[in-house]
């Protein structure tokens, strides 16, 4: 059993969660995830890891309330316990492996899009502790949605916060602010890229007009984590990928989201997940992740 540490509502049907996991913690890194279940009938659930203290032994999770599932572990308390919490899963970050000396020579942006802000966080505050401050823009529908708002701006060298209705920050989509940015005379090596499909495909479609090299997180679209549902299966440079084993990280200006945007809609019924068995063969479970080799 992973004993809850710490539990509290962030906003509407958005928790947080502090879990201890000292396995886990010892060898996560910034943009993996773990997979959850409540008890042993329970649903299996992948979450991004939105912070760790390794000498606490513990995990930070945040998760969004969107079922049954997930409205059950949301009425978890401080000293509940998780039945399973497996991890470290998924592939870290790029710049995790990157030489130090040459990552601080890059001016990197991070744009995260609700929920999303969760998985950028750790990145942002990876790099923090080694020195690199990067941009972070903060994307919600009104103010009300903003989470890890303070945690953020601790980590980033400049933080940026947008609002579609203008209740807070910058009025418009984060891909105005982006474009506020670069008028402003900023220059950006890399972006990455975290929050709603919709949201990444319009960030990249910018970024490749404006020739910054951006990496999107596919965690949104994973299901059951290991590869074997098919749910994440997605299209990136012509080649079949899964984002739970081959990611979740991917090049934004690679992904076709038009057509994971397009098996998210068919997915949710099962004459569509029906359909997409029948016109995907043998890729459409990913297995270990190499079924398009």
Known sequence: ????????????????????????????????FVIVRLDEEGERIPLTICDYDREKGSITIVLQ????????????KTGDSFHDFVGPLGRP??????????????????VAGG??????????????EHGIQADVIVG???????????????????LY??????SYGRSGMVTQTIKDLVEEGRHYDLCVAIGPMIMMKFVSLLTQELNIPT???????????????????????????????????FDGHKVD????????????TAEGKAVLREQEGETHHGGCGQCSE
């Open 215 to 249: 990496i999107v997180s596919l965690n949104p679209i994973m299901v059951d984590g290991t590869g074997m549902c098919g749910a994440c299966r997605v299209t990136v440079g012509g080649e079949v990928k899964f984002a739970c084993v081959d990611g979740p990280e």
């Open 115 to 128: 929920l999303g802000t969760a998985p950028v966080y750790p990145q942002v505050k990876w790099l923090k």
């Open 1 to 32: 059993m992973y004993k809850i540490l710490e539990a509290r509502e962030l906003t509407t049907n958005i928790y947080l969660m502090e879990v201890e996991a000292k396995r886990v913690a010892k060898r996560c890194q910034p943009g993996q």
């Open 257 to 268: 989201f038009d057509q994971a945007l397009k098996r998210q809609q068919m997915y949710r």
């Open 93 to 110: 970050s790029e710049f995790v492996n990157e030489p130090i000396d040459e990552l601080k020579k890059k001016s990197i942006l991070f």
């Open 65 to 76: 309330v969107v079922g049954a599932e997930t409205m059950r572990m949301a009425r978890l």
């Open 140 to 158: 919600a529908k009104t103010r009300d949605l903003l989470i890890l708002e303070k945690e953020m701006g601790e980590a980033a060298g400049n």
């Open 161 to 166: 916060i947008t609002t579609d209705d203008g």
